[in-house]
């Protein structure tokens, strides 16, 4: 999966391969079985990039960054970024403003 990161000064393109389990907090296992797992990660998806768009909807996140180069099949060198040993953590609700 790549993802673009982006704050007030630039934008990154990064990776998410062997760490996808971990920052999701879902086994690949029971994301190619289980509805209750897609669910999870989808949810977490759309918070990563709500409808529209919007920047200042995003999550702010903390995240370990690897950087590895690689070469492309033109024998061009290529800078890439992993996330590794990084979490995503699921907004809570709202808390309810007229309680019944």
Known sequence: MKLELQ???D???VFLWRNAEEFFGVSAEDAAANQEAQDIISQS???LCPAGGSTAERPW???CLTKYQSVEDDG????CYQISHSTFTRPSAPPNANPA
Not at 76 to 79: D, G, K, P
């Open 7 to 9: 704050d007030v000064s």
């Open 11 to 13: 934008s990154l393109h």
């Open 45 to 47: 998806m759309d918070s």
């Open 61 to 63: 996140m903390d995240l």
């Open 76 to 79: 061009q060198n290529q800078i």
